[in-house]
């Protein structure tokens, strides 16, 4: 057996194992050192396709990685905002966000009403209204 075919089944067996990984870290990690091993075995068997395919993808999961990577960050950081005075502390995400927006999020560096919350909370608060017909 050559360097080459070993570098193949090394190749096909992490492969095999990207399909049984569960959490997406471990998926890329797995699927880079794949991409790894198919380049490998394309440069020494000489298959221009398997080593351009290969090339494409290994830069797709090092992009896929660091998005996972930035995101279990931002998801890492506390859930709800701080609040001062029904204004919204800058720098800390809510829960409600997702993607770019909670990416946005961590970047603003002004204070923001949060009209919903405000609201809710002023309603909760709030004595019931008693119709002025009724007042003496």
């Known amino acids: 057996m050559s360097i080459a075919d ?5 190749a096909s067996l992490l492969m095999l194992c990207t399909f049984l990984c ?10 880079i050192a794949a991409n790894v091993a198919f ?3 394309g440069a020494l068997s000489g298959l221009a396709p398997v080593l351009v395919l290969h090339l ?3 830069a797709v999961n090092i992009r896929r ?21 029904g204004l919204t502390v800058p720098g800390r995400v809510t829960s409600g966000m997702r993607g ?8 603003t560096c002004h204070w923001r009403f949060d ?6 909370q002023a309603g909760a608060q ?5 119709p002025r017909s009724t007042q003496a």
């Open 22 to 31: 569960q959490e997406a870290l471990m998926l890329r990690t797995v699927a």
């Open 115 to 120: 009209f919903r919350r405000n609201n809710a």
């Open 6 to 10: 070993l570098s193949g089944w090394i």
């Open 65 to 85: 990685l660091a998005q996972t990577i930035a995101q279990s960050r931002i998801s890492a950081l506390p859930s709800e905002r701080p609040r001062l005075f």
């Open 39 to 41: 380049i490998s075995y």
């Open 100 to 107: 770019w927006n909670r990416l946005a999020a961590l970047r």
């Open 126 to 130: 709030r004595a019931p209204r008693v």
């Open 56 to 58: 494409l993808l290994i």
